[in-house]
């Protein structure tokens, strides 16, 4: 049996073409996985992370709106933010100004929400017509945007002089409505006359 150069040529190109395949079907493989474990790393590790930082949000016309402080806070690269001892103060001179703060705030929207836990205060000054409200409780979420603060944990409501807890509360900072849900006991002070 005789074997012909061009028999020798055509299989020899044959494999090389298997072995050019074989090669790129090992780099892809290889790249797909380095490639997802880059990934899953950079999504557990934050893109930056700050201490003692002090942010101002602003109005579409350039008015501040609201500033927001923490001892030290976490970007991730997917919009998730983690902060301790996060602060929110709003700014507007028109309205009686709100701070919130707590042990700890997570956002895994890029701070559309904000959920604040452990030790969390919220305080609206007083103005001619309200008198200045606190409230405490363990965990709260926050709608920045909306100036909504609502819980399903215990809280303890102070209005003035009077007291109020229950379980779960919605605040409405732009309505001026608090809604506590269930279990609510509350203790009033007498009023003056002049009042």
Known sequence: MKVYLRDRIT??????????????????????????????IIRESPDFTSTNIALTQF?????????IFADYAEHYEDGRMTSLRPRLVTLSVD????KASA?????????????????????????RENAPMRFETEQLTVFPDTEIFETGAPVKLVNGADVTTGIGMTFDNVERTVNIHSNVKSSFSPRNEKE
């Open 59 to 67: 109005k579409a016309d350039g008015t501040a709106e609201r500033r």
């Open 95 to 98: 309205e009686p100004q709100v």
């Open 11 to 40: 299989a020899g190109l044959g494999i090389g073409v298997l072995a050019v395949v074989a090669a790129m079907s090992y780099y892809y493989s290889i790249h797909t996985e380095t490639e997802a474990l880059r990934a899953e």
């Open 103 to 127: 042990d700890t705030g997570i956002s895994s929207d890029a701070g559309e929400t904000v959920h604040f836990t452990g030790n969390v205060v919220v305080t609206r000054a007083g103005d």
